[in-house]
Structure formats: structure tokens, C-alpha cells
């Protein structure tokens, strides 16, 4: 409700007008029955007109009223749902990786978009049928009782049997309408996931394949669509044959009093037209209840986002000793993924100088990736804890931790708009100077300078119009327009050919003593140079030091090497076999 809180005379004058109009239909009948009781039985046309002028009038006045009660309900619902989708879009931007990874791309794309939609929906009817179509039934009821009371009180047993199909329909498919946006979330992944590896299924020619899936996903949202349609479907036939019947009724009760002369045909007539308003407006009722029901169902799973909370973490008292020159700490670091049965990585623990480079290696899956993911604070660690500057990583604000942190990720991404919109993402207020020295330093000027528009050149959505190596090397542009305290490679450049990996090592290495370069790579040579080496082996520490170190003192980081340098495998067996001899 408090997304609706700016838009409270709009919420108030929809339904007002709407009632307006509904007060104004209420008369129409007795127009009618004045008209055949007076008018007709009396051949006196002057009546005629007067009360044809007056339902006229009604037309008029219940339209106007109509169209501004849906110009209010309409600037509340979308009013609303705006504020409602900007709400959730800041929530999920709030949320850690963690809460991300276990709530799915797809499901959350589902939530923005389909669900709130639904939701406004809703909220639009709700605005304009949820008190007129009450107020009608019931004042029609009333109305009719002010005519005659014996033939009211077939309203009376008619409108408790309505009530009992509507919202028994409405309490059984609720859960059923869950369901159907559950599988249109499975729906909404699958496409995801087809689109965006379209290259890989045409590769290993799978479009059968994933035809046949996507088939099978589509036809479980259409049987359930279609299953719990079926039951709403039902509400119209059920409710016309109760109306019907007591309609019916109504005819036979009213013409033996008319026989007998308690009632005109006027009147009569005016109790039939009650009773079909009654049934126009549960028509609409029933209507109003099924979206209701679909609204409320993805109101519901929209507030499970909200819900979604990040994990909070155990603060440390601050400031704590550490080894002196120490710039990062890690302390017997431990870090498991939620919903994981072993740990990723298992105590760790090392320290880095201000202005050094440190590089990452180790097998697949070795959690290079986690390790370097751990310093901005997109995971929480499980056990242990990191300093920077003698601090605890827990006890930073987010946004002045990330400051201090350029990332470069595993995968290059870039959003629509232009060269310049996103390298200036690092840091809005930047030089033309600043971005053409990170442009140098990254080693993508000629991949500026080749584009129309240099910097204002176009970047399609995920910067489909660049190359790999050209959106590795503008995503380290990016990284390095912010001059980073902590600057992190995660083997952000394999698509750069060995040379432009050599060029892009030596810029880096002017950085130091400014810049703390942490670079995960797969590539011995491109860590080679490092200050120190962390080599991880299936989630632990196998050794630490310079190339020169690990070499004599680190069985998996030689094993790296010499498969990379095989040549180097032979001159080493050969200084071996000598220095024995």
C-alpha cells in the first residue's frame, strides 16, 4: 500500500466516480417503470419525453463519471506500479551475489516485468469495479425491496449463492495462477538461455534439442493456463444460471401480483431490469475476482524478493593488529556457496604491500574466481576475515569499500550506449585526459581510434560490436579510469594475444606503488612477473611466492608451467641428470 500513498486522491476520486455512476444506473429503472406506468398506460407522450430527456441526462452524467473515474484509477495503477518496479529493481541491486545466484536471472526478469504488470491490472480494477460492483448489487437489491418486498427476497437467496461460487472459485485457483507464473519463469530461462547461447547449440548443432525442450516448458504453461482457465471459466455460466433462474422466479411472482393488482407492470419491469443489473455487474465481479486472484498471486511472489534479505554478517571489533607494510590481510579464510556441500576454499591466509602485484593461479575450479571475489565483498567469507588497512572488510560501508576497487570480470561486459558513457561507469566526473591515459595504459587506442566517433563511437547492447579482445580491453579501461587503490584482473585478458598481454603487463607495472594489481590468470607468463604468486589447488593454498620460489618449492605450480613450457620441462631434466653427473 505505501507505493499507492502519493496517489491517495486518485485512489479516493476513482471509486467516488464510480460510485457516481452507479447511483446514477440505480435510477434507471424507476425512469422505466415511471415511463411504462405513466407514460405508456396513459398515452401521454409529454411524460414520455420528459423521462426519456431524464435517461438521457443519466447516460450523460454516468459517462462522464465513468471516463474520470478511469482516468484516476488509471494514473494510480501506473503510478504505482512504476514505483513499485523502481522499488524491487533497487532491492535486487541491493542484493548480494549469494541471493542473486539462488533467486535465478530469469525468476527476477519474471518479477520486474510480467508479475507487476499483473499487479497494476489489478490494482486499475480494483480502483474501478471493487466498490461499484457491490454498491449496484446491493443497492439494486435495495431498490427492489422499496418496490416490493416478497419479490426482494428471491435477491436474497440468489446473491448468497453468487457470492459462495465467486470466491469459492476465486480461494481454488490462486494457488493455480502461482503455478502458472512459476512455469512462465521456467519459460522466460530456458529463452534466456537460448538466446544467449545461440552460438554454442548451432555449434554442437542442438536446435533439435532444445526445440523439443523449449516445446516441453511451453506446454506446461499452456496446461496450466489452460487447466486453471477452465475453472474460471466456469464462474460465468454458473453465475447466468443462478441469475436466470431467479429471474425466472421473479417473472412468475410478478405477474400473479400483477393479476392480482399489488403490482404495475412498471414495477415489474423495474424489478427484471435490478435483477439483470445484478447479473451484468457479478459478470463483471467475476471478472474483477480472477484478476484480483491472478494479482494477488504475483503480488505475493514480488514480496518474496522484498523478503529476500542479505545475510547479515558478524562485525569485527574494528581495527585489528596485523603484520606491519600490510595493506590487504586475508586471515584463515574459508568461504562455502550457499547450497553447497563442500567448501570453495579453505584457509587461506596471506598478506600484500600497498603497490604490489599479485598473481592468481591454479587448475579449473580451483576457486581462483571466489578468492578475488571475496575483496569487494561479493561473497561473504564463511570463516576468517580480511583487513584492509588494519580494517575489517565487514566493518566498511559498501559504497566506500567499491570505491577504493576497480573490477575487470571473467567476462567482458559492456552496455549499450557509447565508448564514453561506459568508461566513464569508473568514475563519472573523469578528464577526456584521464580516459585516454586508461585507454593507453589498457592497450585499446587503436580499438578507440579504429571506431567512428572515437569515444562517442556506438556500443550495442552487450557490446555485441566489439570483439572479444576489444571488450577485454575496454572493460580494464574502464577499471583503470577510477584509478583503483585495489585494481582486480579476473583473467580479463585471454582473449589478448601474447604480445598485447606483454604490452598490457609492462603499463601495469607503472601503476605500482599506486595501484594493488591482484590478477587471476590461467597464462604462467602473465603472472610470471608478479611480486608474489598464490597458487591454489582445489581450493587451498599450495604455495605462495615469486616465480623463482614456487618453481623449487611448489609441486602443482610447476606442474602449470612446464605444461605451458614444455621446452623448459627438458632443460631442467637436462640440468638435473648433469648436476648429478
Not at 470466491?167 to 519463469?185: C, E, H, R, S
Request: charged content about 20%; some cysteine.
Amino acid at each position: 500500500m505505501k507505493y499507492l500513498k502519493d496517489y491517495k486522491l486518485e485512489s479516493v476520486m476513482a471509486p467516488l466516480f464510480k460510485l457516481l455512476e452507479a447511483a446514477f444506473e440505480l435510477f434507471v429503472p424507476l425512469v422505466m417503470a415511471s415511463i411504462i406506468d405513466k407514460g405508456i398506460a396513459n398515452q401521454d407522450m409529454g411524460h414520455i419525453a420528459r423521462m426519456g430527456l431524464r435517461l438521457l441526462l443519466l447516460a450523460v452524467v454516468g459517462l462522464i463519471s465513468a471516463v474520470t473515474a478511469q482516468f484516476f484509477a488509471a494514473k494510480a495503477a501506473v503510478g504505482f506500479s512504476t514505483k513499485l518496479r523502481q522499488a524491487l529493481f533497487d532491492h535486487i541491486q541491493g542484493l548480494d551475489f549469494t541471493n542473486i545466484d539462488k533467486v535465478g536471472t530469469s525468476t527476477m526478469i519474471t518479477r520486474m516485468t510480467s508479475d507487476i504488470n499483473q499487479v497494476q491490472s489489478g490494482v486499475n480494477m480494483v480502483l474501478r469495479l471493487f466498490l461499484r460492483s457491490p454498491i449496484i448489487v446491493f443497492g439494486a437489491m435495495i431498490m427492489a425491496f422499496t418496490i416490493d418486498v416478497k419479490s426482494a427476497l428471491i435477491f436474497v437467496v440468489a446473491i448468497p449463492l453468487l457470492a459462495i461460487v465467486v470466491f469459492g472459485i476465486m480461494v481454488w485457483t490462486m494457488p493455480l495462477y502461482k503455478k502458472v507464473q512459476a512455469n512462465l519463469d521456467r519459460v522466460l530461462g530456458i529463452t534466456r538461455e537460448n538466446l544467449t547461447g545461440v552460438r554454442v547449440i548451432r555449434a554442437f548443432h542442438k536446435e533439435a534439442e532444445e526445440e523439443e525442450r523449449f516445446c516441453q516448458y511451453t506446454e506446461e504453461l499452456a496446461n496450466s493456463q489452460t487447466y486453471v482457465a477452465k475453472i474460471s471459466a466456469v464462474m460465468n455460466p454458473v453465475t447466468y444460471v443462478i441469475v436466470n433462474a431467479a429471474t425466472m422466479v421473479l417473472i412468475y411472482t410478478g405477474a400473479i401480483q400483477v393479476n392480482v393488482g399489488t403490482l404495475t407492470q412498471g414495477e415489474v419491469i423495474a424489478i427484471i431490469n435490478y435483477m439483470s443489473q445484478i447479473l451484468v455487474e457479478l459478470v463483471k465481479l467475476a471478472n474483477l475476482i480472477i484478476t484480483i486472484t491472478k494479482a494477488l498471486a504475483c503480488a505475493d511472489r514480488v514480496a518474496n524478493v522484498f523478503e529476500i534479505n542479505n545475510a547479515k554478517q558478524l562485525l569485527t571489533s574494528g581495527t585489528v593488529q596485523q603484520e606491519k607494510d600490510a595493506f590487504l590481510a586475508f586471515r584463515n579464510v574459508s568461504m562455502t556457496y550457499q547450497g553447497a556441500g563442500a567448501e570453495t576454499l579453505h584457509d587461506i591466509s596471506f598478506s600484500v604491500r600497498k603497490g604490489e602485484t599479485i598473481g592468481v593461479i591454479g587448475g579449473t575450479g580451483s576457486g581462483k574466481s571466489s578468492l578475488v571475489n571475496l575483496i569487494p565483498g561479493f561473497y561473504p567469507v564463511t570463516e576468517g576475515s580480511i583487513t584492509l588497512n588494519g580494517k575489517d572488510l565487514r566493518d566498511y560501508d559498501e559504497t566506500e569499500l567499491r570505491n577504493r576497487i576497480g573490477v575487470v570480470p571473467q567476462k567482458a561486459v559492456l552496455f549499450k550506449g557509447t565508448i564514453r558513457s561506459n568508461l566513464l561507469w569508473g568514475k563519472p566526473n573523469a578528464t577526456e585526459e584521464e580516459l585516454w591515459h586508461a585507454i593507453d595504459l589498457a592497450q585499446a587506442r587503436e580499438v578507440v581510434e579504429g571506431k567512428e566517433g572515437k569515444l562517442d563511437a556506438e556500443v550495442a547492447q552487450n557490446g555485441k560490436n566489439f570483439s572479444g579482445g576489444q571488450r577485454q580491453r575496454l572493460t580494464i579501461a574502464r577499471a583503470l579510469v577510477r584509478q583503483p587503490e585495489i585494481l582486480i584482473l579476473d583473467d580479463s585478458a585471454s582473449a589478448l594475444d601474447y604480445a598485447t598481454d606483454a604490452k598490457l603487463r609492462s603499463a601495469l607495472r607503472t601503476l605500482q606503488g599506486h595501484t594493488t594489481t591482484f590478477i587471476v590468470s590461467q597464462r604462467a607468463s602473465t603472472i610470471r612477473h608478479a611480486d608474489q604468486i598464490i597458487c591454489l589447488d582445489d581450493g587451498e593454498m599450495a604455495g605462495i611466492g615469486t616465480h623463482d620460489e614456487l618453481m623449487k618449492n611448489c609441486e602443482v605450480y610447476r606442474e602449470i608451467y612446464f605444461s605451458q613450457y614444455p621446452e623448459e620441462r627438458l632443460k631442467a631434466q637436462k640440468n638435473l641428470v648433469g648436476g648429478d653427473l
